[in-house]
């Protein structure tokens, strides 16, 4: 098994985890420094986003995901793990528009950041058009 399917399973594996052994996000912030509350649609399942691209600044979060026609800014959380910051997706787009691109910008408002001076993204990066 390559490194990066062995790393993308670790980090769904902490993710998914994290809600049978934490009791759901209930009690935790969000990198964009609001509080995570149970009011996550539990019927999908959280998924870490796959992007065409990210950029981050000191207070935010840029990146672009595929998307069919439905998807919002409010289907994604940002997720700081110590220097690893991770684009989850809460909700999928299950419309049937032709897929595009789409770029979102979240705050990052997290403050643990001072404690870190580079950041590692945890998402797949979808290279191909």
């Known amino acids: 098994m390559n490194i990066l399917k062995l790393r993308l399973l670790s980090v769904t594996f902490a993710v998914i985890s994290s809600f049978f052994l934490g009791g759901g996000f209930s009690s ?3 990198a964009s420094g609001e509080q995570k509350s149970n009011s ?6 959280v998924r870490i986003a796959t992007l065409k691209s990210i950029s981050i600044d000191n207070s935010s979060v840029v990146f672009s995901v ?3 026609g439905c998807t919002n800014k409010e289907d994604f959380r940002l997720l ?3 220097p690893e910051l991770i684009v989850l997706r809460l909700k999928p787009d299950l419309c049937r528009k032709m897929p595009e691109w789409k770029q979102f910008n979240l705050q990052l408002n997290d403050p643990e950041l001072k404690d870190w001076d580079a950041l590692y993204i945890g998402n797949p990066l979808n290279w191909r058009s």
């Open 80 to 82: 700081l793990d110590g």
């Open 28 to 30: 935790q912030t969000w």
């Open 40 to 45: 996550i649609d539990h019927s999908n399942p």
């Open 66 to 68: 595929k998307s069919h």
